[in-house]
């Protein structure tokens, strides 16, 4: 087997609230490297996201960069590619589960490492409503900085609820 089709499983006592934990394991490279929809490191994660669809979880946790720790050369532009790519790969799920008639929704919940720049957190903020449907309201949060934004503070912003 190929290692991304390999099952891990553990035990994690210490996490409240948590019903399951889904590890992705990869190489430095993979997650220090650029990735394309045909790499390893995002057929891991359709894998996960199927398990999770299968096993009827529908409030996931997924670090949107595919580590939890954000390196020197992880720059801006690094993490809005890698960004983009993963947002696409989880709408591309959402679409292929959609079409075989699961009408169950799931809540996403991207997260980025502590030390992600202001300037990353609104250029990703800003990509968010350009690749999914967005409901409003949409909340913005970055630490203890949170914002939930109106329809027209979405409007001044050129983030339209209704943009796909």
Known sequence: KQWYQRRVRARHSNLKQV??????VS???????????R????????SALKIASENNMDNLVIPLFLTSTLEPNMDHAWCMKRSEIVFKCVKGF???VGS?????SKTFHFILPKNTT????QAISSLLPTIFRIPCPMVLDQGSRKK????QELTKLNLSPDSS
Do not use: A, N, Y
């Not at 430095?28 to 929809?37: A, I, L, N, R």
């Not at 790499?39 to 359709?46: A, M, N, R, V």
């Open 94 to 96: 959402m679409i292929e």
């Open 27 to 37: 190489t430095v490279h993979e997650v220090q490297g650029d990735v394309s929809s």
């Open 19 to 24: 019903h399951c934990v889904i590890h992705l």
């Open 39 to 46: 790499d390893s490191l995002l057929i891991g994660l359709k």
């Open 118 to 121: 202001q300037k990353t957190f």
């Open 148 to 151: 939930t934004l109106t329809v």
């Open 100 to 104: 075989t008639g699961v009408t169950t």
